[in-house]
């Protein structure tokens, strides 16, 4: 999607290029929680009965001559080191998201400052005690390959743990260029190892929780990797990487699947343009590492040709096949997975009708979104769609489509080579609660349903509003989450019906409104339908 394409890249914000917070913290209140790492101790704060460590390193600086290079170890320091602030988010281009995306999300972004030391993650944890052995739930955060970070205040883990004892990690990792840029298949031996350095660091991340987590009171073998958007396209991308396998147990990917990697070819062609934006051969690369990151942030935006798709390459090795193409990876064979999407994500993006539309415009729309179908294909999907949705208005309808030919094919794809692998459970669901924010025209959006999984709801009322029907979804949806954390199962007693794992038969999905239920094959032959048009099956 072209808006979605967008979305991806940011324009500079040189400014937020900050000097990093000390290290080293002289002075903090005597009941500060202090913990030992592997690379030295930490000293956070404590905040209504949740311990918090933010900006903790697990891996070193990328700058200089750790560009474009797998992660290394993070330095071991001396004394204690403050773990109380936001580390650095990886460098990214900035102003498209400000003003881009919907002002009720984008006062979720802390603006944090933004290095190349940025390979930091921030823990909350309701115990430090290493006999607890809660569950482990690692978010990867939003914004495709190339923007976003773990600092957002959607993504605060505080009430995930108190309120249901588990231990919340969420992570930064190299982004775009700095993260994605494939230069193992120029041929030079610096760069032998230069591919998908940006979920390599994710893994290092991973590995650094089975050494660390213990320590504050998680479970090392039982951890969850879970995901929105982008965070949804790194779980399914890890789930195909070998060096991930077992360091974590079980995944969700929220609105955000991974059917296919970028094939090398096609890396090294962008490579090479990207180098060619910066006026470099190919043999030239090692200037790279003395460019300044303003025109490498310019050039992995800015260019002839069409825009550079910055993600997963499949390399041969770090990522050895497509991870759902033509079939579920094996790798992870053996890894439950939750996977679903929220019902309108296109209200998100700008430039989305909101406003009602008639018949000849909803006609006219969709033959757009089908691209190449006859009116008679647009009219069998208009009929199939009213069909399941007789009492929605024709944007309502539209805007349904956009969505399920745009981010629910995919999901589902993944969903149904994954049930067909069956050695694993899949559970399924789709989240139709409508915001009231801005008089309810942006309805179901990309990324509503994270304020309920983590239970946030009151922290983020521009997104969700303040009405009382928030709070018991928001509990029905973060229990589930932590249900299926801590067992592979997401079931529990606040659930009316038993959610039963997704086949390709059944279809069973667990539906998340006012009322959650589940139901076979919800809208399933429109979305079919769609999707075969699309040639999305």
């Known amino acids: 999607m072209t808006d979605r394409r967008s979305f991806m890249g940011y324009t500079l914000a040189a400014s937020v290029l900050a000097p990093r917070i000390p290290s080293v913290m002289a002075e903090a209140p005597a009941t500060a929680p202090i913990v030992a790492t592997t690379a030295g101790k930490i000293r956070g704060v404590s905040d209504s009965g949740v311990y918090a460590f933010k900006g903790v390193p697990y891996a070193a600086s990328t700058a200089g001559a750790g560009r474009f290079q797998p992660p290394a170890r993070a330095k071991p320091w001396a004394g204690v080191r403050d773990a109380s602030q936001l580390g650095h988010r990886s460098p990214q281009l900035l102003s498209l998201f400000h003003g881009f995306v919907p002002p009720e999300v984008e006062v979720m972004d802390r603006d944090e400052p933004m290095g190349e030391d940025c390979l930091v993650l921030n823990v909350w944890t309701p115990t430090l005690e290493r006999a607890s052995k809660l569950p482990v739930m690692v978010w990867l955060h939003g914004g495709g390959f190339t923007s976003g970070s773990g600092g957002f205040i959607c993504y605060d883990g505080l009430h995930l743990a108190k309120n249901h004892d588990v231990v919340v990690v969420t992570v930064n990792h190299r982004l775009a260029a700095l993260g994605y840029l494939y230069l193992a298949g120029l041929g030079a031996e610096r760069f032998a190892n230069s591919s998908n350095v940006g979920n390599l660091d994710i893994i ?67 490579a090479e343009r990207f180098l060619a934006r910066l006026n470099l051969k190919p043999e030239q690369a090692d200037q790279l590492l003395t460019v300044p990151m ?50 309108t994500e296109v209200t998100f993006f700008p430039g989305q009708p909101l406003e009602p539309m008639d018949d000849a415009t909803f006609h006219g729309r969709v033959k757009q979104l089908l691209r190449t179908a006859s009116d008679a294909d647009v009219e069998r999907v208009i009929a199939a769609y009213r069909k399941g949705r007789p009492d929605r208005a024709n944007t309502d309808l539209y805007l349904i489509m956009a969505s399920d030919g745009g981010f629910r094919a995919g999901i589902l794809l993944e969903a149904e080579r994954k049930a067909q692998q069956t050695q694993s459970p899949v559970y399924q669901y789709y989240f139709t609660w409508r915001s009231p924010v801005r008089d309810g025209k942006l309805r179901t959006y990309h990324t509503l349903e994270i304020p309920f999984v983590f239970d946030n709801v009151d922290e983020c009322q521009s997104m969700t509003g303040s009405g009382a029907d928030r709070l018991p979804l928001a509990d029905k949806m973060s229990k589930a989450w932590v249900a299926f954390a801590r067992t592979g199962n997401p079931n529990h007693p606040g659930l009316t019906d038993v959610w039963v794992p997704y086949d390709n038969t059944r279809r069973a999905t667990m539906v998340f409104n006012d009322k959650c239920e589940l139901l076979n094959d919800p809208y399933g032959a429109e979305q079919r339908l769609l999707r075969s048009l699309l040639g999305r099956t």
Do not use: C, Y
């Open 204 to 270: 290092a991340a991973l590995e650094w929780a089975r050494d660390n987590i213990a320590s504050f009171g998680g479970d090392p073998g039982n951890v969850t990797i879970f995901g929105q958007s982008g965070g949804g396209g790194k779980v399914s991308s890890l789930m195909a990487m070998p060096a991930a396998h077992g360091l974590f147990v079980r995944a969700i990917a929220q609105s955000g699947a991974s059917i296919k990697g970028i094939a090398r070819d096609v890396a090294s062609r962008d």
């Open 294 to 343: 303003e025109q490498l942030l310019k050039a992995s935006n800015e260019g002839s040709g069409p825009p550079i798709n910055w993600g997963p390459v499949v390399d041969g090795k770090i990522l050895p096949a497509d991870p759902f193409d033509p079939v579920a990876t094996a790798v992870s064979g053996n890894v439950p997975l939750m996977i679903g999407t929220v019902e």
